[in-house]
């Protein structure tokens, strides 16, 4: 049973012991007695920020700064951070922190601390602008059955059901549409999580790897993979991170197989809670991710959104800082719905997905033409084990291609009913896609040649 304080100093003794529960009764009592003492009331604030009571602190905290009691800066730095007002957070824990120098006290931990508020206010300032189409809170177990990805896309599932075992992992799986390959997160030994990848070669998933460049990461899992096979979406905690998992973006260099360093995707998909499980479904040009912000336990948020072309972020010095923070918190998914045409069409390929017949079977099978005498059928007839990478990564150009072609009928199509104002917006899209796509349709010639040259060398 906690025994709870009856004189101001063993409310003192229990506070520098971190009881704060205990020493919170008695700091109560005396704010009563005594409601302008800039100390008792740093006290009683800290003791409320401590156990959870965050709303009730502020008030005592800010009395406490006005008195010229630097300490209370620690906890309002935290309490504005947690509210994206990050000026204000810089500004109360730096006092905080000059305070705690003069004292010649150690200041690492908080020196960190007050970096992590400053990448946040970065982070602010760097806020993307992206249009959410819906969000549904659901429980966290069985989250991946709201995502609703084509099959051109690929398959998202539990590292567990995936390889039907019945211990329930804590790592998610990332299959391609072809079913060649897959990445996932997985525990590994000093019970941390990290993601590995595997290939399928003659019916068999190779031993799992890690992934070249990313092996010091803290902890990795949720991987998701574009259809060019190098562009890499993951969540992650560590140092850069803005709360526990965040989610981060790289991308694998062919060149010397090493994956460049991850960058953190910002706001709003990150925040000072956990970020996940960021997918893109590039054939239908929708994207979903999860956070349990603002959620009770076991349960999470699955946002979808429209994924821009290119990063648009906010003017942030010409913009109201309430607009930009809204849109950093997700405050309101109608506020971000700018553009009502591409929200209604968006809409409108969602729920044919939804509806859409899926097949059960996978494709594993194609027909490529090596010269008069042979055709192949599946990865295991290529002799040259670099023209059957080659021609992997052909498959994925094709895919990549079709995406296009599937896009660019999408902007026709919306080009041809929309407004003149809509309609001008989407030329230069259309005008984009269609060079694109001539680009692509020779460096998919170039590599159907480069695939038949390196297997004719084996016969």
Known sequence: MPIYAQTLAQAKTLFEEGKYAEALPAFEKFIKQNPSNAQMNYYLGACLYETN???????YLKKASEHGFAESGRYLGR???????????????????????????????FEAELEHIKMGSRMLKGTEQVQFIDSVVVDKASFLQSYTISQESGVISTYADFFNQAAKDEGTLYQTELGNKIWFGKKTDGNRMQVYTSDKLEGKWSEAQTLPGLESQEDMN????LADGVTLYYAAKGESSLGG????VTRLNPETNQYLKPENIGMPFNSPANDYMYVIDEYNNLGWFATDRNQPEGKVCIYTFIPNESRMTF????TPKPTVTAAARLASVLSTQKDKEAVL?????????????????????????????????SLSDFRSQKARSLFQN???????????????QKQRDEYAMGSADRKARLKNDILDAETRMEKMELDI??????VRNEELKTK
């Open 53 to 59: 009571h965050h709303a009730n602190s502020e008030i």
């Open 79 to 109: 309490l504005y951070a947690d509210k994206y007002l990050y000026d204000e957070a810089v500004d109360s824990y730096t006092k905080f922190l000059e305070a705690w120098k003069k004292r010649k006290l150690p200041v690492t931990d």
């Open 222 to 225: 949720y991987p998701y993979v």
């Open 245 to 248: 998992y965040d989610i981060f």
């Open 315 to 318: 003017d942030y010095e010409n």
């Open 345 to 377: 069409a968006a809409k409108q390929r969602l729920a044919l997905e939804v509806n859409r017949p899926h097949s059960v079977e996978k494709k594993a099978d194609f027909t490529f033409i090596v010269d008069d005498l042979s055709t192949y059928h």
């Open 394 to 408: 052909l498959q994925q150009m094709k895919r990549e291609y079709v995406k296009m072609q599937n896009y660019l």
């Open 445 to 450: 010639d170039k590599q159907e040649t480069a």
